[in-house]
């Protein structure tokens, strides 16, 4: 038996509201508490440090389903969830319907949508197909649902989100309340500041179009005993995709695309996330994008094998071009920065594909106008807001790049490229523009 003041520190059970609440000290047994905090653990396990622990405390471990999310789909919840999709913008799905559209008829076609996700009878059409460029002679597939099934998948992920954030871990960042890409960034400088000076950049090849169903859908039944959501997920993952005209059906991964694939992502990923933390090793996660973090050559070896084979019974696995074991100061590429002992730098792709959107809009047989100055603006506050941080160093590439934005837009203006031209329209002509500079968006260094 344990001692009296000190049974009650560290278990926990489950307060009404799905949060976990402190019962007490006992030894601290990190299986035990984790299986807790994901609802598995439903007896102690053999040769637990628990065994004098009184059977009503074992019991409070038991796991508890979510049952009847199908009652909370309301017409409010509707509405919140088509406020979602209309934000996030996004193209028409293969029915070419627009947001627009959709909206036109907004209370019927929610309506008519709720009463088809109650009684489930709601079968999503196939994904439209786009492939977007990703690299010199390379594209990323994307998968555009109708407008109708952008808003369905939102009211599931509004339904299933608060269930699994508790359970998450606090070392993963994508797509999640109140976090970012930014911070995620911020998390590893702060580990190099603590001495871990060795890295594994992983890379889990294709995994968004890898990822087993089977995989996926046990991950969302650990928590939902609600059968119609259940089979509302597996109608998403199934739903296959148009291209060029041909139907082509989806056996496996969930489309990047899809409202509700980073949160499938994330529960899908979480049990790898609880595996570094239960063998020691730090670690920041951006949905399938993470590096873990280490003190010495011989621990990042350690991690690649134990992500390599937690991956393995996932059904996944580490890209042998892409991953790589390095050292901090040698640098790696991580959400768009190259980050390093010295710097954490813009991303030469980051800088090519910036570079990309801005030849689009100064092509030299254009003319220059206040609507080109609008739409180049955009895109240089986009990549001013993304990169220009307190902690990167992009000063001198940003003034490089307002430089070559300027001549581009002389050669639209003049039809010609000519260092004469640089006197004829001066700077103060493009501010006169309102032409934004990425260097006056960057902000002070800390």
Request: charged content about 25%; hydrophobic content about 40%.
């Amino acid at each position: 038996m344990f001692a009296e003041g000190h049974a009650d520190k560290t278990m926990r059970t489950v307060s009404p509201t799905g949060r976990p609440r402190p019962l007490g000290p006992l030894p601290k047994p990190a299986d035990w508490l984790r299986n807790i905090l994901h609802g598995t653990a439903g007896r102690l396990p053999p040769g637990s440090l628990f065994r004098g622990v009184p059977s009503e405390r074992a019991t409070m471990a038991k796991k508890i389903k979510h049952h009847s999310l199908t009652g909370r789909i309301t017409l409010p919840l509707m509405f919140r969830a088509f406020a979602n999709v209309r934000r996030n913008r996004g193209a028409a799905g293969m029915d070419r319907e627009s947001i627009d559209a959709f909206e036109n008829n907004l209370e019927d076609n929610l309506l008519a949508l709720m009463r088809r996700l109650k009684d489930g009878s709601y079968k999503p059409l196939p994904l439209r197909r786009v492939h977007i460029p990703k690299g010199p002679g390379q594209t990323r597939p994307l998968g555009i649902p109708a407008v109708r099934d952008r808003v369905a998948q939102e009211v599931v992920r509004l339904l299933l989100n608060p269930l699994f954030e508790r359970l998450f871990h606090d070392d993963s960042y994508g797509f999640r309340p109140g976090r970012n890409c930014h911070q995620a960034v911020g998390k590893v400088l702060e580990l190099h500041q603590q001495g871990y000076t060795y890295v594994l950049d992983a890379d889990i090849k294709g995994f968004f179009d890898n990822l087993p169903h089977a995989v996926i859908m046990a991950g969302v039944a650990a928590e939902v005993a609600d059968g119609n959501i259940l089979d509302l997920v597996e109608r998403f993952l199934k739903a296959g995709v148009m291209e060029e005209g041909v139907f082509q059906p989806t056996t496996l991964g969930t489309p990047q695309g899809g409202v509700i694939s980073p949160l499938l992502a994330n529960i899908t990923l979480n049990s790898l996330d609880w595996r570094l933390h239960d063998a020691g090793f730090r670690f920041v996660r951006y949905a399938d994008d993470f590096v873990v973090l280490c003190r010495s050559e011989a621990k990042v070896q350690e991690a690649h094998d134990l992500v390599q084979g937690h991956l393995t019974s996932l059904g996944l696995t580490l890209s042998a071009e892409k991953t790589k074991k390095t050292k901090f100061r040698e640098g790696f590429a991580f959400l768009g920065f190259v980050i390093s002992a010295w710097s954490v730098a813009m991303r030469p792709k980051a800088v090519e594909k910036f570079k990309t959107k801005v030849r689009e809009l100064t092509r030299r047989h254009h003319n220059l106008d206040a609507g080109v100055i609008r739409k180049l603006n955009s895109v240089i506050r986009g990549t001013a807001n993304y990169f220009a941080t307190p902690f990167s160093s992009v000063g001198n590439l940003f003034r490089g790049l307002d430089r070559w934005i300027r001549m581009r837009l002389r050669c639209m203006k003049y039809k010609r490229k000519s260092l004469a031209d640089n006197g004829r329209y001066r700077l103060v002509h493009f501010r006169r523009l309102g032409l934004l500079f990425l260097s006056d968006l960057r902000p002070p260094p800390v």
